[in-house]
Every structure is written in structure tokens, then in C-alpha cells.
């Protein structure tokens, strides 16, 4: 089925599967802190504050049960990064995942993680048979006494259970001064880019002890710096294009072929402020946490703290479609600067074609725009919705004074449950959104 | 003797004001005190490390209930975000509705001053402020998030400039005579005028009342929380008779003495070069003009993210009178040192670890300890005095 959104806007989605421990005490190491399926959907990658990576795989759907999609099922686990400690600044550096983006598949999965400072390519690779019949080791890798070989042979491969490898083929290190917030992989598949919060190189995938700087937007005086880069992406088609945004709220887009330093953007999207809405919280509403690319290249999605935007990438001025993620906050804005929450960087995604938007929001709530139907609704991840093929209920949250049944008013959202991170099957329908330590799996409810 | 002595163990202590009236001092207030005794006798050893204890004070989980006008309505903190005019700002109660509305305000500008909006103008901008300087010791404060707050307190400073309330609150800092905090955000302040620094120390009678008010009839509103309890020192005065300006100096304990302004970036420089990296709102790297007029907010923050500066030349004077503290002592590595085994421990965890006086207490360096301890009791003085 190809990824159709909302064919007729009556998608239900389903709980398949939840992964992470049940128990509320969670270890400050099991935080995710990404998530992103491969470029089939088979696989699914997840980061998380301890540096770790762990990868599922999708099962193949089994003929017994053609209406249920594969389950994801641990594939592979490892330490990414480790901590680490930059003597010069006496600062600790977190091995905390901030991405991870997939390269196009080809025979082995490689993927490129990244924590603040350094990103890795790794690979990872199954083995399911191994050699047999060496001349001068024993079965168990002891070496055999010369004297007792007799004869020669020829070893073979024999079958064994899959074995999962994960090996780091490069590091690229030390090319970032400010923490590294994005990475993306160009078209080409040759090269990509990593953002910080002043500066964005580019990679060539085989050479790590080089990058050229292609945006620097560091003032010569610190004291002048008013913005900073939150995000960036390349166009999934045009291998010379790339976007990045701001906490200003703009994005810009630039072009590799006009000049090797991209500080003169070619677009510059900007939607002009709202009078009406105008406070001191407004310009830390504005910025942009998240920033993405539509399948078809034509529009991209950015995700600012109360609302997702589209744009046409043909129109600077203003964008095609705006949704409110949870504009009853609007009133506590005060409140969330206070606890820090107005600082929160909420991260968004496409449907595999473009119809359908999601992004997280509090209390373990998640949203969807449909673009189509113009519909949206609001569900949650939780433990007590995590019966195998239960439909989720779209959840409410209420406004104004009167609550009524089910719905759940502003002042008993905790946040400090929110869903930072989602992301959706390339192909199909299935989601996955991760909350504090747990990664929720959800599939469209199929007849 | 001492009627009830501060508990440094529990945030949240009952004592009595002098009129025998129950209040409720937080840790926040008994540091404060503590800081004022500390920097009057010239102690520095005890000094820095009370400014260590501020630091580790809730960090990303300030809790501003303390900053905020000492009331329960802190929800209704710019509840629309519109910008109230200054017509009827005049008319407006105090946030708290309880205390009662100004008796008489000399002018119009401290009637703006004292207006709803502007307190709450106000703490918004000593909310800030504190973000700025609360950072992580360990690891790179994240500087989307510094910016932003960075910019916020630069939208307010230039609102309040347009409104004139600027000149008046920092005017009233410089006629405090308080001693420096060291705290940057009033180094911030002070750097901005200064037309208020040479303007002498007249002494304005309100805002002289408003601070002694302010210091015994503090009434904090906490959640019934032990752990959020523990936070920033600053407390607002309930009074609303006092003019955003003393306001401000009861928030951050003291107004700026011009004169000793060198001298205590300097004490700055020596006890924090170590952290001043870490910390994103060091201001002594920054330009050591404080009379430009021009804000230096920017300055202050962004500084420590790229060149370290080098320390300003050392007063000889000063160098004398605190040659016998070696402040490599009270470098916060040094502290943290006996805790590594945890290295993830969050500030409330590290403070509490600082300051219990049970088995988890500062094993390492058994001279900090009783360092704390002289903290204490040094505490237990003050308060009951």
C-alpha cells in the first residue's frame, strides 16, 4: 500500500508494539533522543542520551496474518558515542544521539549518527555463515600443531545464526566548534551536511580530516549575536540546494553553485509577525526547532514551539498552510519560559506522500495534519492505549471552561511527558513516536 | 538568643519578623543575608563559597515562584501578552491583589513602575536574567537557549528605556548603597548608564524604606514540594510601595556600589576563572567600559563562548587584603572533585549532597565541610540577629 495519508481522511490508527522498560523511574541514559527509519521503512533507528543506538528490524509480514504489518524487532544494538571531556575548555561533551540520518541502502545499512561534536559512519552488517575448515586453526581458533596436518583443504562456508555487526568506518571530528544540531545526506550520496548552532560544513562521506565551510554566521563580535542556526536540511532531490533555519524564525535557502560560502541565502522565508499576538515570548515562539523537506522536494515543513508550517518553496513570503499544534498555550507562555519548556525543540515529519503531517506536543499527545482533508487529530502514546490492535481515540484537550468528558484541560497536561521526536514509514503507514524513554510503534488499522 | 534558627537542610523555614509576625524564609533569603554579612566583613573565603551554593541553586528547573511578586497568581503573568498602556497602568492593583495599591507614588513614571504590567515587566526580566547565569558547570550551556533569553532581556531593557522606567530603576540601584553583587545581571544593569553612576548617592527615602520592608516581610508562596523549594535567592519584596527599582534591589540582594565595581570583577576573575567558561553570563571577560551607554547584554553572555579574556590587571589593594585565600581552592572543580563518582548528578542533587550534614556529605575535602559548616553557622548568626 503505498503510503496513502488519509485516502478517505478515516485512517485509525492502532497500537502495535511499545518499546523501552514499563517502569516510570526512567534512567536519564534511556532518554531518546532520536529516531529514523531507513529509507524502506525495513529498518528503524533509535538514539538515546547514553550514546547508544539500537536498530529494528521489521519482520516480513507473515502469510498467516496479510492484514498485520511486520513486527520491529530488536536487530542491533551499540555504544555510538561515549562520553567525552574537552580539556581545554574543562567541558564535558555529551554522547548523547542528537541524529541520525540513513544513507541510501546498498548492500551493507550505513547510517551517520552524531552527538554535539563528532559525527560517525557506521556500518552495519549481517553474517550468516561463517568460514569452516581452516588448514592450520582448530573449530575453535586454536592453532593446530604443523605436525599433525596431513592434508590440505579448501575452507567453506557454512551457515550460522545471523549475527549483526556494527563497525564505525569513519569519524569525522573536530570541525565543529558549537554544538551539532543537524545532519543531512545530499543526493548525491557522496557528500553531507552537518549544522551547528553558527556554522555548517560539508562533508565528503570518504574524508573525514576535511570539510568545507559553506554557512558561517558567527559575528565578529560575539556580544552582536542575536541568532542562531537550530536546523538544516539538504533537498531530497537537488543535490545543490540545502535549507537551514533560525531561532528568528527564517529560513533560508541556499545554493552551492553560486559561491563556495552560502552566507548570501538565494530564498529567504520569513512570515511576517502577527501585531495582534505581539509579546515578549514572541520571538522565542518563533524559532524554528525543526525544519524538513516534503518527499516531492516542492515544499518543506518547519516546526516552530506553537504551530507547523508549510511552504511553497516558490513563495518566500508567507506559507501555503499553517497548523496549531496546541495554541491553547499561547496563554501560559509565561508559565513554560519559566520551567524551560518554551525552549523545547519539537520535531516533525511527512507521510511518504505528502499528505500527511505529524509532529509531538505534551502530555505524551502527538498530532496530525491532513493536508488533503484538512482535518487533524490529536492522539497519545501511553501504556493504558497499548493493547496489541487497539484503536487509539483521538484525545481533546479543552479550552475554555466547560470540560467535557474525556477531554482533558490545560492545566492537568504534564510537561514533562512530551514527544519530541516522531517519525513515519516511508511507505507505509506505520509511525513511530518516541516519549520520554519509550518507543511507541503505532500501524493504520487495516480490514 | 535565637528564636529560631535557620535549618539550611530544609528549604522552607518558619521564623519570626520583629513584629513577632510568622514568615517564611527560604533558603534563597538566608542566602542572601548570608551574602550581605559575608561581602560587609570582607570574608571571602565565605563569600565564594556562598556563591557557589547560589550556583548550584536549581538550574534548568528555576523555580521563579520566588521571583515572581511574592503571591499565588502567577498565572496571571501576561496572560494575553498585550502590552498594557500606561493610562491605565496607574489604576491597576498590585499583581498580589492582596497588598494594597500604592498610597501615594511621587510621579507618574514610578506610578507606571508600580503598575501590574511593569512588575510583572520586571520579573520577567529577572527571570531571564537568572537563566542567564544558571548554567551547567559541567557541560556547554546550550547557546540557542542563551540567546533567546538574551534577546528577551534586550527587548525589555529597550521597553523600558522607551518608558523611562530604566533611568529610574537604575538610579535607584546606585542610590541603594548596598554592596555589589556580584551576580552579573546587576552588572548588566549597571553597565548601562552611566549618567546613573556619577549621579551621586542621593538617597531616595521610598526606596531606602522599601528594601528594610522588603527584607523582613518577605513572604515567599512555595509548592508543597521539598525539592522545588530549593532555589534561586532572589526574593521580591511584598511591598508595593517600593518602585521597581528597589524592587529590583531586593531581588538580587543588593544594588551595584559603583565604586567597588572593579573591585569585584576582579574578586570575580580570581575565584571564578576556572568556571567562567562554564558559565554563560561571566561578565568580566566582557568590555571593562561600564560607561558605555549601550547594552551589553550580549556582551556578558556570548563572551565566554569564544575567546577567554584575560583577567583584568588586579587591584593592589585587593590583592593585599585577600592574599591569604588561595582561590584555587574554591574552584568549583575542586568541590566537585569528591563527587565524580556520580557525574551526572543534577545541581539540586549537588547542592544537596553540599549541604547535608549527614553520612553523604562532602567527603572529599573535609576543610570545605567545615567550611559549610562555618556557613551555617554563620547563618544561624545572621538570622538571629
Not at chain 1, 516552530?304 to 491553547?328: A, C, F, G
Not at chain 2, 553570563?281 to 563572551?303: C, I, K, N, P
Not at chain 2, 556520580?342 to 573535609?366: I, Q, R, V, W
Amino acid at each position: 500500500m503505498a503510503g496513502a495519508g488519509g485516502g478517505t481522511s478515516d485512517v485509525q490508527w492502532c497500537f502495535s508494539q511499545v518499546k523501552g522498560a514499563i517502569d516510570d523511574d526512567v534512567a536519564e541514559a534511556d532518554i531518546i533522543s532520536t529516531v529514523e527509519f531507513n529509507h524502506s521503512g525495513e529498518l528503524l533507528a533509535t538514539g538515546d542520551k547514553g550514546g547508544r543506538v539500537v536498530i529494528f528490524q521489521q519482520e516480513p509480514e507473515s502469510k498467516n496474518q496479510p492484514q498485520c504489518r511486520g513486527e520491529y524487532n530488536v536487530y542491533s544494538t551499540f555504544q555510538s558515542h561515549e562520553p567525552e571531556f574537552d580539556y581545554l575548555k574543562s567541558l564535558e561533551i555529551e554522547e548523547k544521539i542528537n541524529k541520525i540520518r540513513w544513507l541510501p541502502q546498498n548492500a551493507a545499512q550505513f547510517l551517520l549518527s552524531t552527538n554535539d561534536k563528532t559525527i560517525k559512519l557506521w556500518k552495519i552488517s549481517e553474517r550468516d555463515k561463517r568460514p569452516e575448515g581452516y588448514n592450520l586453526k582448530e573449530e575453535d581458533g586454536r592453532y593446530r600443531d604443523l605436525n599433525t596436518v596431513t592434508t590440505l583443504r579448501v575452507p567453506i562456508f557454512r551457515p550460522m545464526d545471523l549475527m549483526v555487526e556494527a563497525s564505525p568506518r569513519r569519524v569525522f571530528a573536530n570541525a565543529h566548534t558549537y554544538h551539532i544540531n543537524s545532519i543531512s545526506v545530499n543526493s548525491d550520496c557522496e557528500t553531507y551536511l552537518s549544522a551547528d548552532d553558527l556554522r555548517i560544513n560539508l562533508w565528503n562521506l570518504e574524508i573525514t580530516d576535511r570539510s568545507f565551510n559553506i554557512v558561517d554566521i558567527k559575528p565578529a563580535n560575539m556580544e552582536e549575536l542575536t541568532e542562531v542556526i537550530t536546523a538544516a536540511e539538504f533537498h531530497p532531490n537537488q543535490c545543490n540546494t540545502f535549507v537551514y533555519s533560525s531561532s528568528k524564525g527564517t529560513i533560508r535557502l541556499c545554493d552551492m553553485r553560486a559561491s563556495a560560502l552560502c552566507d548570501k541565502h538565494a530564498k529567504q522565508f520569513e512570515e511576517p509577525e502577527d501585531p495582534n499576538n505581539r509579546s515578549f515570548f514572541s520571538e522565542i515562539i518563533s524559532s524554528i526547532s525543526d525544519v524538513k523537506f516534503s518527499h516531492s522536494g516542492r515544499y518543506m515543513m518547519t516546526r516552530d514551539y506553537l504551530s507547523v508550517k508549510i511552504w511553497d518553496l516558490n513563495m518566500e513570503s508567507r506559507p501555503v498552510e499553517t497548523y496549531q499544534v496546541h495554541e491553547y498555550l499561547r496563554s501560559k507562555l509565561c508559565s513554560l519560559y519559566e520551567n524551560d519548556c518554551i525552549f523545547d525543540k519539537f520535531e516533525c515529519c511527512w507521510n511518504g506522500n505528502d499528505s500527511v503531517v505529524m509532529t509531538g506536543s505534551y502530555n505524551n499527545f502527538f498530532r496530525m495534519f491532513d493536508r488533503v482533508y484538512r482535518q487533524d487529530v490529536t492522539l497519545e502514546a501511553s501504556r493504558e492505549n497499548s493493547k496489541p490492535r487497539s484503536v487509539l481515540k483521538p484525545r481533546k484537550v479543552s479550552t475554555g471552561g466547560k470540560r467535557k468528558k474525556d477531554e482533558i484541560s490545560v492545566d492537568s497536561l504534564d510537561f514533562n511527558k512530551k514527544i519530541l521526536h516522531t517519525a513515519w514509514h516511508p511507505l507505509d503507514n506505520i509511525i513511530a513516536v518516541a516519549t520520554t524513554n519509550n518507543l511507541y510503534i503505532f500501524q493504520e488499522k487495516l480490514n | 538568643m535565637i528564636s529560631s534558627e535557620p535549618d539550611l537542610r530544609f528549604p522552607c523555614r518558619r521564623s519570626y519578623d520583629r513584629d513577632g509576625n510568622k514568615i517564611t524564609q527560604t533558603r534563597g533569603v538566608l542566602l542572601q543575608t548570608g551574602l550581605k554579612w559575608a561581602e560587609t566583613v570582607l570574608n571571602k573565603s565565605c563569600l565564594s563559597l556562598i556563591q557557589k551554593y547560589l550556583k548550584l541553586c536549581s538550574r534548568d528547573r528555576l523555580h521563579c515562584y520566588c521571583l515572581c511578586l511574592s503571591t499565588g497568581k502567577r498565572d496571571n503573568m501576561f496572560p494575553k501578552g498585550t502590552k498594557r498602556k500606561f493610562s491605565d497602568s496607574g489604576e491597576e492593583p498590585a499583581v498580589s491583589g492582596d497588598e494594597p495599591a500604592p498610597a501615594a507614588a511621587p510621579s507618574a513614571a514610578v506610578r507606571a513602575l508600580t503598575s501590574a504590567y511593569s512588575l510583572q515587566r520586571q520579573s520577567l526580566l529577572d527571570m531571564s536574567l537568572i537563566k542567564l547565569q544558571l548554567c551547567h558547570m559541567l557541560v556547554e550551556p546550550n547557546l540557542c537557549r542563551s540567546v533567546l533569553i538574551a534577546n528577551t532581556v534586550r527587548q525589555i531593557q529597550e521597553e523600558m528605556t522607551q518608558d523611562g522606567t530604566w533611568q529610574i530603576m537604575t538610579q535607584a540601584l546606585a542610590a541603594a548603597q548596598c554592596p555589589t553583587d556580584r551576580l552579573v545581571a546587576t552588572e548588566v544593569l549597571c553597565r548601562q548608564t552611566d549618567a546613573a553612576a556619577q549621579a551621586g548617592q542621593s538617597p531616595k527615602p521610598f526606596s531606602v524604606v522599601g528594601l528594610e520592608e522588603g527584607y523582613h516581610a518577605e513572604e515567599v508562596v512555595m509548592e508543597g514540594d521539598v525539592e522545588t523549594e530549593v532555589t534561586m535567592s532572589t526574593l521580591s519584596p511584598v511591598s508595593p510601595q517600593l518602585s521597581s527599582a528597589s524592587y529590583l534591589a531586593g531581588t538580587f540582594g543588593m544594588g551595584p556600589c559603583w565604586e567597588e565595581d572593579e573591585d569585584d570583577d576582579g574578586e570575580c576573575e580570581e575565584d571564578e576563572e576556572e568556571d567562567s567558561e562554564e558559565c554563560v553570563s561571566e561578565g568580566e571577560e566582557g568590555d571593562r567600559d561600564h560607561l558605555s551607554a549601550d547594552s551589553r547584554t550580549g556582551e556578558q553572555v556570548f563572551g565566554t563562548f569564544e575567546i577567554k579574556h584575560p583577567a583584568p590587571p588586579p587591584d593592589p589593594a585587593l590583592e593585599e587584603l585577600f592574599s591569604d585565600v588561595d582561590p584555587s581552592y574554591y574552584d568549583l572543580d575542586t568541590v566537585l572533585t569528591g563527587m565524580q563518582s556520580a557525574p551526572k548528578m543534577g545541581p539540586y542533587d549537588l547542592l544537596e549532597s553540599l549541604s547535608s550534614h549527614g553520612p553523604t556529605a562532602l567527603s572529599s575535602s573535609s576543610s570545605c565541610r567545615s567550611d559549610l559548616n562555618e556557613l551555617d553557622h554563620i547563618m544561624e548568626i545572621i538570622v538571629g540577629s
